[in-house]
């Protein structure tokens, strides 16, 4: 009995009201542009003057251009599954939220704990590179007086020297971390505008020194074969992690449905673009063998002896650097804000300074552990290790995906139709009862016809929920009717019609559906069978889920035997052959079986086109990526997931929200048992 329970206890999912989704303690003043430069700061900061040096020289020479192509490829497949998710469930915490609420509390608290050492390998590798260029800009004065003064026998995970720079640049992002939201994305559009400029400047100095033998002296232009371009398409995927840093702002974005899934689009394709563009220059105007590591861009103009221009890219490299780090903070924070609301982490991670509107207790304590790694772990043991968990949640947000759309009961906000030509509105009502206490939680949402027969949302905010109601409509006139539902989300069952004093009439529905039922092109060519349902059940759920479990081993296989291809085919195994494409047709079956699935017909504010196509192509190139990654990363990894399940299992297991809602519920049904028993032999006496 012990057993079972605490197994589901693993497996609880987050509780979502929609009346509350809207809600946040965070000040609300991020458009379209400040979303878009918080991501394009990661590209352009640590992607640009860091990964993209590092991925040329260890892993796949001239033929990083292809790596780049193939990360942004799949960043820009994962960058349309957050999207969705985001707006089906706008709150801070992305991948973390997404997978709790969706794939239970186990993975929830494994992707979170994956998360924290994400943003702490980010922060430590943006605050020692921009230290590495400041020192460069010094002529390596900082680094001779450490090296002299400070002697240490360093193995192969700690740095030479303590690195004091970085602990300077850590200083400066912390105390500008700490002045708030409007305050941080502000100064970030600066310095990316900025650094723009920059870039296009070195794309520019490096397209006058083209020399094509960069790209055809031995050992040739795929110089480390399709297992180096794999692997720095690996790496390369953190420099497209615009959409980690996007989705945590959803709580601080002016309209969360529009602006962020806009933003994580647009600063996918933009970081491409860039990235495209500076691997370019760089393969082509210098020979990648020659590359050094630290301040590599800045070298390499001083090698090709460009006046003046490697004191632009490294000022342009302290700009972009600074604003990563900013950014990377700023996830961070939001980060631990959800953890610490959840109490998967303590609650004291959860609260909001009343001043600044920031998290500010989480800033301290990470970023001190945060100092402790940038100061004492050497440069290339960070960088191995920084994209895993990146991949990792790329790979979950797209199953996300696939079981909000395929499994019974659909999860999170839903749009209204889009266009209605009869005069009857239609308006959908949402209420909610939290487990703790009776309280009633209302939203309306009313849709005004205009000229064009389309419908517009009129948004104003009410008191009791931070929802909104029409503008133009008297809050007088709204009909409340008492609903309650017990740690969930209720809606009237029974058409309602009215009419308002201005002459509007609407229907009030149990669900709202789109008007629009064709679907995608795409999933057209695979139809449905006449007599399957409209909305998903039970059944086609377990066959979804069988076909997605087997989906997900059959693409492992695949990724090991891509990532061992050049040994297994130079011993020229028919078997191996026979293998691959057994896999290939497993996966093309259990695509069509999850294809031929009905969805919900309910439309999310934010839609992934072509699904399933977009999150399978998505969570097998994750996975293929994860394959490549070297298996120091793995020995790392590992040691840190150990410490983050004791931690699980020690605290959050029994400390989360879920689980005190878990324990009501077991108190209030031994009462009523014991009441049904007493009252049972009160009768029998």
Request: proline share 4%; aromatic share 10%; net charge negative.
């Amino acid at each position: 009995m012990v057993w079972p329970r605490f197994c589901d206890g693993m497996i609880r999912r987050k509780s979502v009201v929609t009346s509350t989704l809207y809600a946040s303690p965070f000040r609300r003043c991020l458009g379209l542009l400040d979303l878009i430069c918080l991501g394009l700061a990661s590209s352009l900061g640590l992607g640009m003057y860091v990964i993209m040096a590092y991925a040329t020289r260890n892993d796949a020479g001239p033929a990083v251009v292809i790596s780049v192509i193939i990360a942004g490829v799949s960043a820009l497949l994962s960058a349309l599954c957050y999207a969705e998710m985001v707006a089906r469930l706008p709150q801070a915490g992305s991948a973390y939220m997404f997978t709790y609420v969706t794939l239970g509390e186990m993975c929830g608290f494994v992707i979170g704990w994956n998360m924290i050492l994400e943003n702490v390998i980010g922060g430590a590798l943006v605050a020692k590179a921009w230290g590495q260029y400041l020192d460069f800009m010094t002529n390596h004065t900082v680094q001779r007086i450490l090296c002299e003064s400070i002697n240490w026998s360093s193995g192969p995970v700690l740095s030479d020297f303590p690195d004091v720079l970085a602990l300077v640049a850590l200083s400066m992002v912390m105390i500008m971390a700490s002045l708030g939201v409007k305050a941080i994305s502000s100064v970030n559009i600066v310095l990316m505008l900025m650094n723009i400029l920059v870039v296009l400047c070195f794309i520019c100095l490096g397209f006058f020194h083209v020399r094509h033998e960069n790209w055809t002296d031995s050992p040739g232009f795929f110089s480390h074969g399709s297992r180096g371009v794999l692997s720095a398409a690996s790496i390369l995927i953190y420099a497209f992690g615009s959409f980690e840093i996007i989705s945590s702002a959803t709580e601080e974005s002016l309209d969360p449905a529009k602006f962020v899934p806009t933003g994580l689009v647009l600063s996918a394709i933009i970081s491409f673009a860039s990235l495209f563009g500076v691997s370019l220059a760089l393969t082509l105007s210098f020979p990648w063998k020659s590359l050094i590591l630290q301040a590599s861009l800045s070298e390499m103009f001083a090698e090709l002896q460009v006046v003046g221009s490697s004191t632009i890219i490294s000022f342009g490299a302290l700009l972009g650097l600074f604003s990563t780090g900013i950014c990377v903070v700023y996830s961070q924070q939001r980060l631990l804000y959800s953890l610490g609301k959840d109490v998967i982490l303590p609650k004291w991670f959860g609260n909001v300074n009343k001043k600044t509107m920031t998290p500010w207790n989480s800033t301290v304590p990470m970023m001190t552990f945060t100092a402790i790694i940038a100061v004492f772990i050497n440069f290339d043991t960070l960088l191995e290790i920084a994209a895993i968990g990146t991949l990792f949640c790329c790979v979950l947000v797209a199953m996300c995906v696939l079981c909000l759309r395929y499994q019974p009961g659909y999860v999170g906000l839903q749009m209204e139709f889009e266009d209605i030509a009869c005069e009857e509105q239609k308006c959908s009502k949402f209420a909610a009862i939290e487990r703790n206490d009776t309280c009633e939680m209302n939203e309306y949402r009313f849709c005004q016809k205009t000229k064009n027969n389309s419908l517009n949302v009129f948004q104003e905010r009410t008191p009791l929920t931070n929802g909104y109601i029409n503008q133009s409509l008297d809050p007088s006139d709204t009909i409340n009717e008492r609903t309650t539902a017990y740690g969930g989300i209720s809606t009237d069952t029974l058409q309602h019609k009215a009419t308002l004093r201005n002459g509007i009439t609407y229907k009030r529905f149990d669900s709202v559906l789109s008007s629009n039922s064709a679907g995608s092109v795409l999933s057209g060519l695979i139809r449905l069978p006449s007599d399957v349902n409209l909305d998903p059940n039970e059944a086609t759920w377990k066959i979804v889920g069988g076909s997605l479990i087997v989906f997900l081993l059959s693409s492992i296989i695949l990724s090991v035997l891509t990532v061992l291809g050049g040994e297994l085919f130079h011993a020229q195994s028919w078997w191996i052959i026979i293998l691959i494409f057994s896999v290939i047709v497993l996966l093309i079956i259990t695509t069509c079986i999850i294809a031929r699935q009905p969805q919900h017909a309910a439309q999310p504010p934010f839609k992934t086109p072509y699904v399933p196509f977009i999150p399978l192509c998505s969570i097998i190139m994750n996975i293929c990526f994860i394959a490549g990654l070297p298996f120091q990363c793995w020995i790392r990894f590992a040691v840190w997931m150990i410490i983050g399940l004791v931690i699980y299992f020690c605290y959050s297991y029994r400390h989360s929200n879920e689980h005190q809602y878990d324990e009501q519920e077991v108190v209030l049904y031994e009462i009523t048992a014991k009441e049904n028993r007493d009252d049972t032999t009160g009768q029998e006496k």
